[in-house]
């Protein structure tokens, strides 16, 4: 069998996570390349319908990071996504989805060190967890035709 | 409860408050009481109140904005509206509600086919139903939809004229054990349950329209623009739409089941609702829909919140869950 290569979407706020991973890129600190990054204004506008949609697209993996709380750039959204996230987070865990498929963390724009680490961790976990089997389409070929002959 | 009382207190209401119009219910061809807007004194001769009821009628309110609108209310209705003001959705000053008492509301789909069935009266615990000629009369504690069985807010909390009467009492507690064996299955068994369940919904999204708190112009499963759903009949599709729409409604359901009674398939969704609002109350100590002018639980939040992100100081060790 092939290797299993996950495949990992992160959300990373533009102020604190964000840098912080820029900053584990400029040290030249390793961490595995399964992470595909998307930036966001804040954690707060991170819509839980993203983390679902990214599962459904086949990610095997969410991660979503934001600012310390404290350190939030408009003050409160990460105490927003705070509380949402984890209600959500919950509500994964209850339906049955394995829970280290998501992954909630603050990362400020010192801890380039703390992202490299968050990300081999991470990945370590979504690897053990294997391929996502939770949110498999079986009409899956009849979307893609569908799509394509539209 | 007599009728008359009922009559004469909502048109007493609509006098009194020089209203545009009550929200109420009227007896249908089939003798179930069917939801009904009335608009002058003499309409509301017609206006009715018993088990055989299902929407929950706060779900019509935000339609009339800047309307006075009057509305007979038990319980689960008078939260909603608590829901609704605190939300901003209609303001306490145009709104009148007439407290009922409830007995709890009858699950049509646990009398089975409903066809030539007339609903014909309820009394004292028993509700009489006219069957393929035959009159059979039926307790009513063993028809009653799941979240009336459990229901333990049946006297309404907000309200400006009260009819007298005695409501359910003694909430069974069934819906927080099935929560409870649900939990402790493996999570293996979870998703297959819930898989399941997924499987059957059809997405005609009756529990959106049957619920109070779904009240959004525009709802994301219609948007295109960012297209969140596929119009495929997918197990994962109908999972993304009955898991959203429990996260929105966490910790501002009022269980009223007006979304289970209005569901063609019977989806289990009492137990998503029922545990999302334990886990918010459990989080923040919340319960929706009792108090005039508290935020929504999602809508704020406090510094000393649990944080159980990567890197969080406040609940180092701690494990988000079991």
């Known amino acids: 069998m092939e290797k299993f290569e996950p495949k990992i979407i992160a959300f990373l706020c533009n102020w604190c996570s964000y840098a912080g991973a820029d900053l584990a890129g400029v040290s030249r600190f390793q961490y595995p390349p399964h992470v595909r990054v998307i930036r966001v204004p804040c954690s707060g506008r991170v819509n839980p319908l993203f983390v679902l949609k990214a599962l459904y697209e086949g990610a095997d993996g969410v991660l979503v990071s934001g600012c310390h709380p404290g350190d939030c750039h408009y003050q409160s959204g990460n105490y927003y996504a705070r509380r949402r996230l984890e209600v959500f987070k919950k509500l994964l865990d209850f339906v049955g989805l394995n829970p280290a498929r998501f ?3 603050w ?3 010192s801890e380039g060190a703390q992202f490299a680490q968050l990300i081999r961790e ?7 967890a294997g391929p996502n089997q939770e949110f498999v389409r079986e009409k899956a070929d009849l979307v893609r035709f569908l799509n394509e002959n539209r | 409860m007599r009728t008359d009382d009922l009559i004469l207190k909502c048109q007493e209401a609509f006098r009194e408050k020089e209203l545009d119009l009550f929200l109420g219910f009227e007896r249908s061809s089939s003798g179930f009481l069917k939801p009904a807007v009335f608009t002058s004194l003499e309409s509301l001769e017609k206006i009715s109140w018993d088990p055989s009821a299902s929407l929950n009628l706060a779900t019509f309110i935000p339609r009339f904005k800047g309307k006075k609108v009057g509305i007979i209310a038990p319980g689960c209705v008078s939260r909603s509206l608590v829901i609704l003001i605190n939300e901003g959705q209609v303001s306490r ?3 009148t509600v007439v407290g009922v008492p409830c007995q709890g509301l009858i699950e049509r789909k646990k009398l089975g086919d409903l066809k030539g069935v007339r609903f014909l009266d309820s009394q004292n615990g028993k509700f ?4 393929g000629g035959q009159i059979v009369e039926l307790p009513l504690e063993d028809y009653l939809s799941e979240s009336c069985l459990d229901c333990d807010h049946s006297g309404p909390v907000l309200y400006d004229y009260l009819i007298e009467g005695s409501s359910r009492k003694n909430p069974s507690g069934n819906l927080e054990k099935r929560v409870k064996a649900l939990v402790e299955l493996s999570p293996g068994k979870r998703l297959l349950y819930f898989k399941k369940e997924a499987e059957k919904c ?5 529990c959106r329209q049957a619920c109070p708190m779904c009240y959004c112009e525009s709802c994301f499963v219609e948007s295109s623009e960012p297209r969140w759903l596929t119009a495929v009949p997918e197990v994962a599709d109908n999972l993304i739409w009955l898991l959203t729409r429990v996260y929105h409604l966490a910790g501002r359901c009022v269980q009223c089941g007006s979304c289970a009674r209005a569901c063609p398939e019977g989806v289990d969704l009492m137990s998503l609702l ?3 609002n334990q886990s918010v109350s459990e989080l ?3 319960q929706p829909g009792l108090e005039i002018g508290e935020k929504p639980a999602l809508g704020e939040y406090r510094l000393e919140d649990p944080d159980f992100f990567w890197g969080g100081g406040l609940t180092e060790g701690k494990k988000c869950c079991s």
């Not at chain 1, 991470?122 to 053990?128: L, Q, S, Y």
């Not at chain 2, 009489?128 to 069957?131: A, D, E, G, I, V």
């Not at chain 2, 059809?202 to 009756?206: L, P, Q, T, W």
């Open chain 2, 202 to 206: 059809i997405r005609c999204y009756a």
């Open chain 1, 122 to 128: 991470f990945t370590a976990e979504v690897k053990e």
């Open chain 2, 128 to 131: 009489t139903l006219q069957r």
């Open chain 1, 107 to 109: 990362i400020s724009a």
């Open chain 2, 93 to 95: 000053d145009r709104l």
């Open chain 2, 274 to 276: 029922a545990w999302a």
């Open chain 1, 103 to 105: 992954k909630m963390a």
């Open chain 2, 284 to 286: 923040f100590q919340y």
